[in-house]
């Protein structure tokens, strides 16, 4: 089975990335291992210092009631998505819309870790991993109009041809398609610290080669450089350089090393 994505880009051209059913499960288990160090336990998380639950392969955020930060909350739209192709989803998440998240704390949510609640959302997590990815894939598909739609026009061009030597390889797919949904598109001016954003729009922006060959490799040491700039950017009371080793280990698995 073959999953195409045809990408309008800007103004009128469009881009089609096909992948096979292989593709998007090598996707997930790569992301399930980046994220969540392949392990069930691992698909629920709410990390020191954060307001939210990070949830699934790819730790999609889940904010309580009442409460919204500069990230972008996306595990409600990982559950639509997942609904509507036909997968038993735990009672308690069939209450329709958008639901918020039913731990209002950390520590609420560590009290609960071996709740029948919490094993019933670790299996439906385990038994979706396909279609987490599908997820994923789908959310490159929106992710470049928005980039384009945000890039100086000066710029764009540019961006389009990086993204495009990138999607020409499968390595180039998986890179795109895990770093949309590590550091989000880099459109939303909520995530910015100091003016500067950390999404794949700034990693395409700074990259300016022409080789397929070396595309991920470029695209990987510019991603280094746009999270290490963020956490020199990030408010101090964020201990941002906590997380820079596992952020390094992750864009440097791009190129294999």
């Known amino acids: 089975m073959l999953i195409t994505l045809t990408i309008p880009l800007w103004p009128h051209i469009t881009c089609a990335i096909t ?20 392990t069930i336990f691992g698909l629920t998380a709410w990390n020191e210092g954060e307001d939210f639950a990070s949830l699934g392969i790819r730790h999609f955020i889940w904010y309580p009631k009442g409460r919204r930060g500069p990230f972008e909350e996306s595990f409600p739209k990982v559950v639509g998505f997942i609904s509507k192709r036909s997968a038993k989803l735990p009672t308690w998440l ?17 009290r609960a870790q071996h709740t029948a609640e919490m094993n019933q959302l670790r299996q439906f ?95 990987s040491g510019a991603a280094k450089a746009i999270l290490t700039r963020r956490v020199h950017n990030a408010p101090v ?10 952020w390094i280990r992750r864009v440097s698995s791009y190129s294999g090393r």
């Not at 639901?99 to 520590?107: E, F, H, I, L, V």
């Not at 997820?135 to 470049?144: H, K, N, P, V």
């Open 94 to 110: 069939l209450r329709g819309g958008e639901q918020p998240c039913p731990w209002n704390s950390r520590a609420e949510f560590l």
């Open 237 to 246: 009371a964020r201990h941002e350089s906590r997380w820079l080793a596992g």
């Open 19 to 38: 992948l096979s059913h292989a593709d998007v499960q090598r996707i997930g288990k790569r992301t399930w291992q980046n994220e969540c160090n392949g």
């Open 125 to 219: 997590l385990a038994d979706t991993i396909d279609l987490q990815a599908e997820f994923l894939i789908a959310r490159l598909e929106g992710a470049l109009p928005k980039m384009l739609a945000e890039a100086a026009p000066a710029d764009r061009a540019n961006v389009q041809q990086q993204f495009e030597r990138l999607a020409r390889t499968p390595q180039g797919c998986y890179a795109l398609v895990d770093y949309v949904n590590f550091k989000g598109e880099g459109v939303l001016r909520t995530e910015r610290y100091q003016g500067q954003g950390w999404g794949l729009l700034q990693v395409l922006e700074s990259m300016h080669g022409t080789s397929d060959t070396t595309a991920v490799d470029e695209f």
